[in-house]
Protein backbone atom coordinates (compact mmCIF):
# COMPACT_ATOMS: atom_id res chain seq x y z
CA UNK A 1 0.00 0.00 0.00
CA UNK A 2 1.11 3.24 -1.00
CA UNK A 3 1.84 6.24 1.68
CA UNK A 4 -0.75 8.43 -0.04
CA UNK A 5 -3.29 5.53 0.01
CA UNK A 6 -2.43 5.04 3.66
CA UNK A 7 -2.16 8.10 4.95
CA UNK A 8 -6.43 8.44 3.08
CA UNK A 9 -7.45 5.77 4.48
CA UNK A 10 -6.29 6.50 7.92
CA UNK A 11 -8.59 9.96 7.28
CA UNK A 12 -11.35 7.94 6.18
CA UNK A 13 -11.19 6.29 9.01
CA UNK A 14 -10.82 8.64 11.80
CA UNK A 15 -13.36 10.60 9.92
CA UNK A 16 -16.39 7.58 9.93
CA UNK A 17 -15.62 6.47 13.85
CA UNK A 18 -15.49 9.98 15.04
CA UNK A 19 -16.12 12.86 13.75
CA UNK A 20 -18.82 11.54 11.45
CA UNK A 21 -21.11 10.42 14.04
CA UNK A 22 -23.09 12.60 16.86
CA UNK A 23 -25.35 10.88 19.55
CA UNK A 24 -29.30 12.27 19.56
CA UNK A 25 -29.88 13.91 22.36
CA UNK A 26 -27.43 14.51 25.24
CA UNK A 27 -24.08 15.46 24.93
CA UNK A 28 -21.47 13.27 24.71
CA UNK A 29 -19.96 12.38 28.76
CA UNK A 30 -16.55 14.17 29.79
CA UNK A 31 -13.22 11.87 28.77
CA UNK A 32 -12.18 12.71 32.02
CA UNK A 33 -14.39 11.57 34.70
CA UNK A 34 -14.06 7.89 35.80
CA UNK A 35 -15.43 4.60 35.07
CA UNK A 36 -17.88 4.93 38.24
CA UNK A 37 -19.76 8.24 37.00
CA UNK A 38 -22.93 7.86 37.14
CA UNK A 39 -24.05 7.38 33.77
CA UNK A 40 -27.52 5.21 34.55
CA UNK A 41 -28.43 4.77 31.10
CA UNK A 42 -24.77 3.33 30.23
CA UNK A 43 -23.82 1.64 33.55
CA UNK A 44 -25.98 -0.83 35.48
CA UNK A 45 -25.75 -1.51 39.15
CA UNK A 46 -24.57 -4.85 40.43
CA UNK A 47 -25.85 -7.07 42.96
CA UNK A 48 -22.90 -6.42 45.61
CA UNK A 49 -20.27 -3.69 43.67
CA UNK A 50 -17.68 -4.29 46.07
CA UNK A 51 -17.38 -7.97 45.94
CA UNK A 52 -17.50 -7.94 42.12
CA UNK A 53 -14.33 -5.04 42.09
CA UNK A 54 -12.79 -7.20 44.64
CA UNK A 55 -12.94 -10.45 42.70
CA UNK A 56 -12.14 -8.65 39.26
CA UNK A 57 -9.05 -7.39 40.95
CA UNK A 58 -7.87 -11.09 42.55
CA UNK A 59 -8.24 -12.13 38.87
CA UNK A 60 -5.85 -9.91 37.49
CA UNK A 61 -3.57 -11.22 40.34
CA UNK A 62 -3.69 -14.43 39.28
CA UNK A 63 -3.57 -13.51 35.64
CA UNK A 64 -0.33 -12.07 36.72
CA UNK A 65 1.08 -15.16 38.54
CA UNK A 66 -0.27 -17.64 35.97
CA UNK A 67 2.69 -19.83 34.69
CA UNK A 68 0.37 -22.65 32.38
CA UNK A 69 1.42 -21.62 29.37
CA UNK A 70 4.58 -21.29 27.70
CA UNK A 71 3.82 -18.02 26.33
CA UNK A 72 4.01 -16.71 30.45
CA UNK A 73 7.67 -17.24 29.92
CA UNK A 74 8.01 -14.91 27.24
CA UNK A 75 5.38 -12.05 28.38
CA UNK A 76 6.70 -8.83 29.40
CA UNK A 77 3.22 -8.39 31.18
CA UNK A 78 0.13 -10.09 31.42
CA UNK A 79 -3.32 -8.12 30.09
CA UNK A 80 -5.93 -9.24 32.54
CA UNK A 81 -8.30 -6.35 30.75
CA UNK A 82 -9.54 -3.04 32.44
CA UNK A 83 -13.05 -1.38 32.37
CA UNK A 84 -16.07 -0.63 34.23
CA UNK A 85 -17.20 -3.35 36.51
CA UNK A 86 -21.08 -2.11 36.11
CA UNK A 87 -20.25 -2.11 32.08
CA UNK A 88 -23.19 -2.94 29.94
CA UNK A 89 -20.87 -3.92 26.86
CA UNK A 90 -17.90 -6.10 26.96
CA UNK A 91 -15.53 -6.48 23.96
CA UNK A 92 -13.15 -9.32 23.67
CA UNK A 93 -10.41 -9.98 21.00
CA UNK A 94 -8.13 -12.60 20.81
CA UNK A 95 -4.88 -12.10 22.35
CA UNK A 96 -2.45 -9.15 23.50
CA UNK A 97 -0.20 -7.98 20.95
CA UNK A 98 3.27 -6.23 21.15
CA UNK A 99 1.97 -2.61 22.59
CA UNK A 100 -0.40 -4.66 25.02
CA UNK A 101 2.32 -6.95 25.99
CA UNK A 102 4.40 -4.05 27.34
CA UNK A 103 2.35 -1.66 28.97
CA UNK A 104 -0.41 -4.79 30.23
CA UNK A 105 -3.68 -2.80 29.42
CA UNK A 106 -5.84 -4.45 26.26
CA UNK A 107 -6.22 -2.69 23.01
CA UNK A 108 -3.64 0.50 23.30
CA UNK A 109 -2.21 -0.15 19.63
CA UNK A 110 -3.33 1.29 16.57
CA UNK A 111 -5.96 -1.50 16.84
CA UNK A 112 -7.04 0.03 19.85
CA UNK A 113 -7.19 3.27 19.14
CA UNK A 114 -9.71 2.09 15.98
CA UNK A 115 -11.61 0.20 18.95
CA UNK A 116 -11.98 3.85 20.76
CA UNK A 117 -12.97 5.69 18.24
CA UNK A 118 -15.76 2.98 17.68
CA UNK A 119 -16.93 2.77 20.88
CA UNK A 120 -16.91 6.56 20.57
CA UNK A 121 -19.02 6.22 18.11
CA UNK A 122 -21.36 4.37 19.85
CA UNK A 123 -21.77 6.97 22.80
CA UNK A 124 -19.93 5.77 25.00
CA UNK A 125 -16.90 6.70 27.16
CA UNK A 126 -14.25 3.75 27.25
CA UNK A 127 -13.98 3.77 30.36
CA UNK A 128 -17.74 2.70 30.70
CA UNK A 129 -17.12 -0.50 28.95
CA UNK A 130 -15.38 -3.15 29.81
CA UNK A 131 -12.71 -4.46 27.26
CA UNK A 132 -10.35 -8.00 27.24
CA UNK A 133 -9.53 -10.83 25.11
CA UNK A 134 -9.36 -14.52 24.92
CA UNK A 135 -5.62 -14.87 25.71
CA UNK A 136 -4.35 -12.95 29.08
CA UNK A 137 -0.39 -13.09 27.63
CA UNK A 138 0.77 -12.47 24.38
CA UNK A 139 1.76 -15.10 21.91
CA UNK A 140 5.11 -15.19 20.47
CA UNK A 141 5.21 -13.00 17.21
CA UNK A 142 1.93 -12.93 17.52
CA UNK A 143 1.12 -16.27 16.51
CA UNK A 144 -2.30 -17.47 16.66
CA UNK A 145 -3.49 -19.12 19.98
CA UNK A 146 -2.83 -22.17 20.47
CA UNK A 147 -5.89 -24.78 21.29
CA UNK A 148 -4.07 -25.35 24.89
CA UNK A 149 -3.52 -21.98 25.50
CA UNK A 150 -7.14 -20.98 25.11
CA UNK A 151 -8.21 -23.84 27.29
CA UNK A 152 -6.07 -22.33 30.58
CA UNK A 153 -6.84 -18.81 29.81
CA UNK A 154 -10.83 -18.82 29.41
CA UNK A 155 -11.90 -19.43 32.87
CA UNK A 156 -9.80 -16.23 33.72
CA UNK A 157 -12.57 -14.27 31.34
CA UNK A 158 -15.25 -16.62 31.82
CA UNK A 159 -15.67 -15.44 35.43
CA UNK A 160 -15.02 -11.63 34.45
CA UNK A 161 -17.88 -12.38 32.58
CA UNK A 162 -20.12 -13.57 35.35
CA UNK A 163 -18.81 -11.29 37.30
CA UNK A 164 -19.67 -8.19 35.53
CA UNK A 165 -22.62 -10.02 33.46
CA UNK A 166 -23.38 -7.40 30.78
CA UNK A 167 -26.30 -6.73 28.66
CA UNK A 168 -24.07 -7.55 25.78
CA UNK A 169 -20.70 -9.36 24.43
CA UNK A 170 -18.88 -8.08 21.34
CA UNK A 171 -16.69 -10.48 19.70
CA UNK A 172 -14.25 -8.96 17.99
CA UNK A 173 -13.00 -11.37 15.37
CA UNK A 174 -13.18 -15.21 14.30
CA UNK A 175 -10.82 -16.42 17.42
CA UNK A 176 -13.42 -14.65 20.04
CA UNK A 177 -16.66 -15.61 18.53
CA UNK A 178 -15.29 -18.89 17.92
CA UNK A 179 -13.94 -19.43 21.33
CA UNK A 180 -16.91 -18.19 23.03
CA UNK A 181 -19.55 -19.53 21.23
CA UNK A 182 -17.35 -22.98 20.36
CA UNK A 183 -17.99 -23.28 16.66
CA UNK A 184 -15.63 -23.06 13.92
CA UNK A 185 -18.24 -20.53 11.15
CA UNK A 186 -16.04 -18.02 10.11
CA UNK A 187 -16.42 -14.47 11.29
CA UNK A 188 -18.43 -13.52 8.15
CA UNK A 189 -21.55 -16.16 9.10
CA UNK A 190 -21.01 -14.94 12.16
CA UNK A 191 -21.08 -11.63 12.30
CA UNK A 192 -24.21 -9.12 12.46
CA UNK A 193 -26.72 -11.39 14.63
CA UNK A 194 -27.29 -12.10 18.48
CA UNK A 195 -26.07 -15.22 20.02
CA UNK A 196 -26.95 -16.50 23.57
CA UNK A 197 -23.30 -16.92 25.79
CA UNK A 198 -24.42 -18.79 28.61
CA UNK A 199 -21.79 -17.61 31.76
CA UNK A 200 -22.49 -20.68 33.73
CA UNK A 201 -24.91 -23.14 34.76
CA UNK A 202 -28.61 -22.11 35.17
CA UNK A 203 -27.30 -18.22 34.14
CA UNK A 204 -29.29 -16.06 32.07
CA UNK A 205 -28.06 -16.17 28.54
CA UNK A 206 -26.01 -12.93 27.48
CA UNK A 207 -26.55 -11.22 24.18
CA UNK A 208 -23.17 -11.60 22.04
CA UNK A 209 -22.75 -9.69 18.68
CA UNK A 210 -19.70 -10.56 16.61
CA UNK A 211 -17.75 -8.47 14.43
CA UNK A 212 -14.97 -7.68 12.57
CA UNK A 213 -11.84 -7.08 14.53
CA UNK A 214 -10.08 -3.67 13.85
CA UNK A 215 -6.74 -4.95 13.28
CA UNK A 216 -8.77 -6.80 10.39
CA UNK A 217 -10.27 -3.19 9.54
CA UNK A 218 -6.79 -1.61 9.37
CA UNK A 219 -5.59 -4.61 7.26
CA UNK A 220 -8.71 -4.79 4.64
CA UNK A 221 -9.84 -1.40 4.66
CA UNK A 222 -13.10 -0.56 2.16
CA UNK A 223 -16.46 1.57 2.73
CA UNK A 224 -18.06 -1.79 2.79
CA UNK A 225 -15.93 -3.58 5.80
CA UNK A 226 -16.57 -0.02 7.91
CA UNK A 227 -20.24 -0.18 6.74
CA UNK A 228 -20.95 -3.72 8.28
CA UNK A 229 -19.08 -2.83 11.18
CA UNK A 230 -20.86 0.21 12.41
CA UNK A 231 -24.33 -1.72 11.72
CA UNK A 232 -23.35 -4.08 13.92
CA UNK A 233 -22.48 -1.86 16.78
CA UNK A 234 -25.80 0.18 15.84
CA UNK A 235 -27.55 -3.19 16.72
CA UNK A 236 -25.74 -3.14 19.90
CA UNK A 237 -26.87 -0.09 20.74
CA UNK A 238 -30.69 -0.38 19.69
CA UNK A 239 -30.41 -3.55 21.79
CA UNK A 240 -29.27 -1.82 24.59
CA UNK A 241 -32.46 0.86 24.64
CA UNK A 242 -29.96 3.70 23.72
CA UNK A 243 -30.29 6.71 21.06
CA UNK A 244 -27.83 5.33 18.00
CA UNK A 245 -25.81 7.58 16.87
CA UNK A 246 -26.46 9.17 13.27
CA UNK A 247 -24.24 9.81 10.66
CA UNK A 248 -24.12 13.58 10.22
CA UNK A 249 -21.10 13.74 7.30
CA UNK A 250 -19.20 11.00 5.14
CA UNK A 251 -22.21 8.85 4.58
Given amino acids: MDRE ?23 QPDSSLSEDIETPSKLKQTADEGKAKAELEQIV ?3 KDCRKCEIALSRLNSVPGEGSHR ?20 FVGRAGQLLDKIIKAMGFERAEVFIGNILKCRPPENRTPKAEEIINCLPFL ?14 LGAYAAQGLLDTTKPIGQLRGQFFDYYPGLGKKPIKLMATFHPAY ?13 WEDMKKVVTELGLPVPEQTKND
Fill in 5 to 27: KFIQQHIEMENFFSGGFVPKGNP
Fill in 61 to 63: KEA
Fill in 87 to 106: ARIFFIGEAPGADEDALGRP
Fill in 158 to 171: QRQIELINPDIIVA
Fill in 217 to 229: LLRNYSPDNRRKV
